[in-house]
């Protein structure tokens, strides 16, 4: 995975060799394994975590496994304490969203604080086909089949938002932690609560074979690159729907 991983960073030009990169670590596999990647990579990383107070004791616990983690790799942490509840009920919007809204923020004042180039979050294959199913559910145009892109602006600032995870699947991650590193991770419990819609449509994907995710995945590479194309951007994804629009005439 390790070679997969720089080689999509490279690609997609989402670092360069000197940068240092604001690493975003809630203590689950995916940004477990993404803060491992980079720094097995040579990047010079700064951790960040988020103690949103959700889960009672799980919360904590999360932290300081994350604690943990950082000071066995000797990885310079920043933790922040949310009342995010309180804040819902003061900005009138949802749990998620409000919490969506104070890790971006914080993010973004923590990379710069820290002289980052980019923000790394750990959306891997399987996110992007949960958000494009869900945006076919609730109709979608060309751009909402695009997906999350492997390099967007923060959406409360103005950092670079990377995701260097997007060209593997979350089973992998698992097998790169388990197998391969031997490195352990905590599990969020509201993960299996299907209540929550994100949820219900990752429960109808875990019985989906890895290729199908895959597949999905890819699509939304390919609708980028169309709409890159269109738009005039010179990108790898423009580049690679040009090359099977002329292969195929």
Not at 51 to 76: I, M, T, W
Not at 185 to 210: A, F, G, M, Q
Not at 211 to 234: C, L, P, S
Request: glycine share 6%.
């Amino acid at each position: 995975m390790l070679r997969r991983v720089l080689k999509y960073i490279r690609d997609n030009e989402l670092l360069q060799p000197s940068d240092r990169v604001l690493v975003c670590v809630s203590g689950g596999a995916d940004s477990v394994a993404l803060l491992d990647v980079l720094l097995r990579g040579g990047y010079e990383c700064v951790a960040a975590h988020c103690n949103f107070h959700l889960r009672g004791e799980e919360s904590n616990r999360d932290e300081q496994y994350v604690r943990r983690l950082c000071a066995e790799r000797k990885v310079p942490l920043e933790v922040r304490e949310f009342d995010t509840l309180a804040e819902s009920e003061r900005i009138g919007r949802s749990v998620e969203m409000t919490a969506r809204l104070l890790r971006y923020e914080w993010f973004e004042k923590t990379a710069k604080q820290h002289d980052c180039q980019a923000i790394a979050v750990a959306h891997h294959q399987n996110d992007q086909a949960e958000t494009l199913l869900m945006n076919l559910r609730r109709g979608a145009g060309i751009r909402g089949l695009c997906g999350m892109r492997p390099k967007s602006t923060n959406p409360c600032g103005e950092m670079a938002v990377i995701r260097p995870l997007l060209c593997t699947t979350h089973d992998y991650i698992v097998h790169y932690l388990r197998d391969i590193r031997h490195i352990d991770w905590v599990e969020d419990s509201t993960n299996s609560d299907t209540h929550i819609r994100r949820n219900s449509i990752r429960e109808e994907l875990s019985r989906y074979p890895k290729a199908e995710i895959e597949h999905i995945a890819q699509t939304a590479r390919i609708m980028q690159g169309y709409v890159d194309w269109m738009e005039g951007k010179d990108t790898l994804a423009a580049r690679e729907v040009q090359k099977y629009e002329k292969d195929r005439q």
